[in-house]
């Protein structure tokens, strides 16, 4: 629901009900000196836009809603596994070379790097391969576990984590994507990838569901 702005006679009703709830409609236009008719469709736009709520033969009373709250409680709600990607992953003794191939093959900007028990040891950004492209150095012979950045720097999320957390460490960290991880006795195992992408896609379908 959007932030809605209130006329001054929506603001006096709301005060009203605020003070003397549960208030039927007919005792809301006593006090203002108005006829029930008049208010119907103010009360209609308040309980409509969840500042009040109505009972049948018990009359208004307030909500304890802020405007806007709805929307915020969508955010809150909004998992990780709701919006996570399939990881791309590559093994920690693959090439640059190979990294580079894959990363285009696959389309993604960033890839997580895994041992040979498929856990989780590293990250690969483009600015990573592009900065090691820069040198003469052969790329064939330059293994990712060379210039990854690797374990126990990496800032990961779970797929239960509310997605304002992870875009709060995307954010803090000034990073493009995080694995979405699952903690095995071996280590952690890569089940997903988030990214600004995703976060994105989630502000959208905001705007898909609210009036915003
Ligand atoms: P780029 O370098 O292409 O702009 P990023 O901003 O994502 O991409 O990466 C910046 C640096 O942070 C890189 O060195 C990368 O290895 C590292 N990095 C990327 N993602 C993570 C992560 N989830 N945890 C820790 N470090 C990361």
Do not use: W
């Not at 399939?86 to 090439?95: F, H, N």
């Not at 989780?120 to 950004?125: C, K, P, Q, R």
């Amino acid at each position: 629901m959007s932030p809605i702005e209130l006329n001054k006679r929506q603001e006096e009703i709301l005060q009203i009900v605020k003070g003397n709830g549960p208030i039927t409609g007919e005792q809301i236009a006593d006090r203002l000196n108005l006829t029930r008719a008049t208010l119907r469709p103010d009360l209609a736009i308040l309980t409509m836009a969840g500042f009040l709520d109505a009972r049948p033969r018990v009359g208004y009373f307030y909500s304890g809603k802020k405007p806007g709250q709805d929307i915020s409680d969508t955010m809150n709600n909004m998992k990780v596994k709701d919006f996570q990607s399939i990881p791309v992953v590559v093994r920690d003794d693959v090439s640059v070379y190979d990294a580079i191939s894959q990363m285009f093959l696959d389309d993604v900007g960033t890839l997580f790097v895994v041992d040979k028990n498929s856990c989780l040891t590293g990250v690969l950004s483009r600015k990573d391969l592009l900065r090691t492209s820069l040198g003469s150095q052969n790329l064939n012979a330059i293994p990712v576990h060379i210039i990854m950045t690797r374990m126990p720097n990496i800032t990961y999320c779970v797929r239960n984590d509310s997605l304002i957390q992870a875009a709060n460490r995307l954010i803090n960290q000034q990073i493009d994507a995080l694995p979405v991880v699952e903690e095995h006795p071996e280590g952690f195992k890569v089940i997903g990838r988030l990214t600004k992408t995703n976060i994105t896609r989630a502000f959208l379908s905001l705007s898909e569901n609210h009036e915003v």
